[in-house]
């Protein structure tokens, strides 16, 4: 469409205008959300769709155009409280909704660029290209700490091409944020495949189920979907918005990718008898987990090996802690090295994610049914963490920079894999230790790395001042977190 830019144009440049005003990026994108969804299904009421569309006619995009003013603010602060009252995913879009456009003119002025466009007729990588991208400015944003919800797309790419998912099969993602899981496995599945009709329809309404607890992201995560064409706005969508955590879905499913939210605590906020905010641990006593705990991570991994079918695939972001962490993190990794074949780790370099100080890893685990013998024979490690440097705008991580991750990861073929690690080559990023080996070590860790540190090795062979700093910000970022939680636990 010869008129992409100009529209991105658009979108990007009011947004800045609105920025003077104090609205922030997430705030812009909430509002855009609100207005396009009213604007696409006024396409879809008038020919050639003709679609019966539910939205009562005194809250329709009619409405809205046709006043300016003080009644265009009044009408759209009532029009978002009575929609957030309906079913399906119209109610869904507009749940608990506000407006934060407080000047009517630049209120008007969004509303106005939305409606010089006809938004069904896009492409939905247009429509998707524009929203995304306002996605990723959002978690740039430190301010409004939506990087916590974005995971980088070249790691999530990374991960789908490993999985591979095939046609008519389900995808789940329990903390799935803005959707950027599905819509890399749905890039794969369009790319990879000659779908039919009836793939098509199951790709379209029944591949991906997902949970967000946020309530703004969840709705973020729905239209992010729906432009790009997956879900659509007489279908009840499959996003839930609920603590996935809570209980077992009851649901199986053939994959689940996902990134858990990093905070390492589960906690909610009550009120105690002098009328006080206490934050109090959450522990889920559920049947189906194998240790009970208040670490987040722990309870996400179990939760999502609940989540597979027997032969079900799983590709999910874990920090550090979860490999090496003691009591109940032990009693996880054993369970998990005995019942399913938890055949690969990924080290991820530090400086990829927008929340500072993470230090993460990426665990490849297939369920399996009970068996007496450990499913787990061996264990492969890519370490690509020791002597990498990447930073969020000078020298962010591409999706080439993984490339020879899967090509050792050997998706589909992983009885072919080869070391580039050997005694002759001891920098090879790519080793297999063996199950009775891991089992042996303190603590069962998988807290494995073998490179020399050529900054600590070769004074002469620093990494750039800038990439320095970083670091160092990072490992002090990380240690804050260390004492935040510690205080937490004697407070």
């Given at each position: 469409?010869?008129?992409?830019?100009?529209?991105v144009?658009?979108?990007?440049?009011?947004?800045?205008?609105?920025?003077?005003?104090?609205?922030?990026?997430?705030?812009?994108?909430?509002?855009?959300?609100?207005?396009?969804?009213?604007?696409?299904?006024?396409?879809?009421?008038?020919?050639?769709y003709?679609?019966?569309?539910?939205?009562?006619?005194?809250?329709?995009?009619?409405?809205?155009?046709?006043?300016?003013?003080?009644?265009?603010?009044?009408?759209?602060?009532?029009?978002?409280?009575?929609?957030?009252?309906?079913?399906?995913?119209?109610?869904?879009?507009f749940?608990?909704?506000?407006?934060?456009?407080?000047?009517p003119?630049?209120?008007?002025?969004?509303?106005?660029?939305?409606?010089?466009e006809?938004?069904?007729?896009?492409?939905a990588?247009?429509?998707?290209?524009?929203?995304e991208?306002?996605?990723?400015k959002?978690?740039?944003?430190?301010?409004s700490?939506?990087?916590?919800?974005?995971?980088?797309?070249?790691?999530?790419?990374?991960?789908?091409?490993?999985?591979?998912?095939?046609?008519?099969?389900?995808?789940?993602?329990p903390?799935?944020?803005?959707?950027?899981?599905?819509?890399?496995?749905?890039?794969?599945?369009?790319?990879?495949?000659?779908?039919?009709?009836?793939?098509?329809?199951?790709?379209?309404?029944?591949?991906?189920?997902g949970?967000?607890?946020?309530?703004?992201t969840?709705?973020?995560?729905?239209m992010?979907?729906?432009?790009?064409?997956i879900?659509?706005?007489?279908?009840?969508?499959?996003?839930?918005?609920?603590?996935?955590?809570?209980?077992?879905?009851?649901?199986?499913?053939?994959?689940?990718?996902?990134?858990?939210?990093?905070?390492?605590?589960?906690?909610?906020?009550?009120?105690?008898?002098?009328?006080?905010?206490v934050?109090?641990?959450?522990?889920?006593?559920?049947?189906?987990f194998?240790a009970?705990?208040?670490?987040?991570?722990?309870?996400?991994?179990?939760?999502?090996?609940?989540?597979l079918?027997?032969d079900?695939?799983?590709?999910?972001?874990?920090?550090?802690?979860?490999?090496?962490?003691?009591g109940?993190?032990?009693?996880?990794?054993?369970?998990?090295?005995?019942?399913?074949?938890?055949?690969?780790?990924?080290?991820?370099?530090?400086?990829?994610?927008?929340a500072?100080?993470?230090?993460?890893?990426?665990?490849?685990?297939?369920?399996?049914?009970?068996?007496?013998?450990?499913?787990?024979?061996?264990v492969?490690?890519?370490?690509?963490?020791?002597?990498?440097?990447?930073?969020?705008?000078?020298?962010p991580?591409?999706?080439e920079?993984l490339?020879d991750?899967?090509?050792?990861y050997?998706?589909?073929k992983?009885?072919?894999r080869?070391?580039?690690?050997?005694?002759?080559?001891p920098?090879?990023?790519?080793?297999?230790?063996?199950?009775?080996?891991?089992?042996?070590?303190?603590?069962?860790?998988?807290?494995?790395f073998?490179?020399?540190?050529?900054?600590?090795?070769?004074?002469d062979?620093?990494?750039?001042?800038?990439e320095?700093?970083?670091?160092i910000?990072?490992n002090?970022?990380?240690?804050?977190?260390?004492?935040?939680?510690?205080?937490?636990?004697?407070?």
């Open positions: 469409m010869s008129n992409t830019a100009s529209i144009q658009k979108v990007w440049s009011f947004c800045n205008v609105l920025r003077d005003d104090g609205v922030g990026y997430g705030d812009y994108l909430e509002q855009l959300t609100f207005l396009l969804f009213l604007k696409m299904a006024d396409e879809y009421a008038k020919p050639p003709n679609r019966d569309i539910k939205i009562p006619t005194e809250y329709n995009w009619e409405s809205l155009v046709s006043k300016r003013g003080a009644e265009l603010e009044s009408h759209y602060v009532t029009m978002l409280r009575e929609l957030g009252k309906e079913r399906g995913m119209l109610g869904e879009i749940f608990k909704a506000q407006n934060k456009i407080q000047d003119a630049k209120l008007y002025k969004v509303i106005h660029m939305i409606k010089e006809n938004w069904v007729m896009m492409g990588d247009v429509k998707g290209d524009i929203y991208g306002l996605l990723e959002n978690a740039e944003d430190t301010k700490g939506a990087g916590q919800y974005f995971t980088p797309r070249a790691l999530i790419q990374a991960m789908a091409e490993c999985i591979r998912p095939e046609p008519g099969k389900t995808i789940a993602d903390a799935c944020g803005t959707g950027g899981f599905f819509l890399a496995a749905y890039d794969f599945l369009t790319r990879e495949y000659q779908l039919d009709r009836g793939q098509k329809q199951f790709l379209k309404y029944q591949t991906f189920h949970w967000e607890i946020v309530a703004s969840h709705r973020l995560c729905l992010n979907l729906f432009l790009h064409n879900g659509d706005l007489d279908h009840e969508p499959s996003i839930h918005r609920n603590d996935a955590l809570i209980a077992d879905p009851g649901t199986r499913f053939d994959y689940v990718l996902a990134n858990p939210p990093f905070g390492k605590k589960s906690s909610m906020t009550s009120t105690n008898e002098e009328g006080e905010q934050k109090e641990e959450l522990s889920y006593n559920r049947q189906d194998w009970s705990t208040s670490n987040k991570q722990l309870n996400f991994v179990q939760h999502i090996r609940t989540m079918k027997i079900g695939q799983a590709a999910v972001v874990v920090p550090d802690n979860v490999l090496f962490e003691g109940a993190g032990e009693t996880v990794r054993k369970k998990l090295l005995q019942n399913t074949n938890l055949h690969t780790i990924l080290r991820l370099p530090t400086g990829i994610f927008y500072q100080g993470v230090k993460a890893n990426v665990i490849f685990f297939d369920n399996k049914p009970a068996s007496k013998d450990p499913w787990t024979k061996e492969w490690i890519y370490d690509f963490r020791t002597n990498i440097h990447f930073t969020k705008k000078q020298n991580m591409r999706f920079h490339r991750f899967i090509d050792c050997r998706p589909g992983l009885h072919q080869q070391e580039t690690w050997s005694k002759d080559d920098d090879g990023r790519w080793r297999k230790f063996p199950y009775d080996e891991i089992l042996a070590r303190d603590k069962t860790s998988l807290d494995i073998w490179i020399k540190d050529q900054s600590l090795a070769d004074l062979n620093l990494p750039d001042p800038d320095l700093a970083v670091e910000i990072e002090l970022e990380a240690g804050l977190e260390s004492f935040r939680e510690l205080l937490d636990g004697l407070g």
